[in-house]
């Protein structure tokens, strides 16, 4: 009995990496905008932290992802400080007037798609929080930045709209010589109101599946040399843990899962001389493969952009 949980254990090792990491992405199909603030602009830590949150803010209430899969477009902001003076209150707390442009464009190549000005005025016990207190009253639904907003999203779909076939082949080209992260990064980018999106995802499934089953068919050899090395019920145990980074698992990889299973559940029998049914996992259909690829893709693209090196922004204060 004891070897049957063993075995059901790692059968459910596999279940388990299957169902926690094919969560879905909600960036997926949205526009990237990312909030960038210049190191130029000089703000206290407070400032600084809330007009990042305040850009991504309303970067997300119009309909846009400030942690997608692309790095080009940015919205940004530049803050001039038009009067601080403290108060004549007991206790003593700074008083602030700025001017605030906010900015969405091209980062990379350094084109203005849209604008938006505004001056608010804020207080707190130092200027830093002062400054942060005026930026927190920037209305991300005001009409005119929404307008803003949508202007700047219009200019970046006709980025796409123009660009689109040609990332596709460069992704392709990617794909073909091995770069299957950097062929999904750039297909995750294109967004689903461009007409080519299909087209992407359809292949962002095929190379994230390949990926994976590069990945996955690696961590099953892993898993076989640990049982190979030790078949016993504490080789057994080292197999199920590594198999518990598989992801997303193609039935090609659950087929090389199961015999390993299979040779596990005999090898214990025999030493047991009990017997005990195997439970294996039901395949999955096409499409859920296809929609795990997808996230799963998604997630390896994320990881990458994570370590990229930092981009330079041209907005030459726009």
């Given at each position: ?143 005119n930045l929404q307008n803003t907003l949508l202007k700047g999203k219009e200019g970046i779909l006709n980025y796409y709209n123009k660009m689109s076939a040609g990332i596709i082949q460069t992704a392709k080209a990617s794909a073909s010589a091995g770069r299957y992260e950097e062929a999904i990064n750039m297909l ?121 090196p930092k981009v330079v922004y041209h907005y030459y204060w726009w």
């Open positions: 009995m004891k070897h049957r949980y063993l075995l059901l254990w790692l059968i459910w090792a596999l279940t388990f990496s299957v169902s926690t990491r094919a969560q879905s992405h909600k960036d997926i199909g949205m526009i990237c905008l990312n909030p960038y603030i210049p190191e130029t602009e000089e703000l206290g830590p407070k400032a600084m932290a809330m007009l990042t949150s305040k850009l991504q803010q309303i970067a997300t209430i119009n309909g846009m992802s400030g942690a997608g899969f692309d790095n080009r477009f940015i919205i940004t902001a530049h803050l001039q400080l038009l009067k601080s003076a403290q108060t004549q209150t007991i206790p003593q707390k700074n008083a602030v007037q700025a001017s605030i442009g906010i900015y969405v464009g091209d980062g990379l190549d350094g084109t203005l798609y849209s604008s938006y000005q505004c001056d608010v005025k804020g207080i707190g016990n130092s200027e830093d929080e002062a400054i942060a207190s005026a930026i927190r009253k920037i209305n991300p639904r005001e009409e995750l980018a294109i967004p689903m109101a461009n007409k080519d999106f299909s087209t992407a995802q359809s292949l962002v499934a095929q190379y994230g599946s390949t990926f994976l089953d590069h990945k996955n068919l690696d961590v099953v050899r892993q898993a076989k040399s640990a049982w190979s090395a030790n078949p016993t019920e504490e080789g057994a145990t080292a197999a199920s843990e590594i198999l518990q980074r598989l992801e997303a698992p193609s039935s090609k990889v659950q087929v090389e899962v199961k015999v390993l299973q299979n040779e596990i559940a005999s090898r214990l029998k025999a030493v047991s001389d009990r017997e005990f049914k195997l439970e294996v996992q039901k395949a999955q259909n096409e499409k859920d493969v296809e929609l795990a690829s997808v996230r799963a893709a998604a997630s390896v693209a994320k990881a990458a952009i994570a370590n990229r």
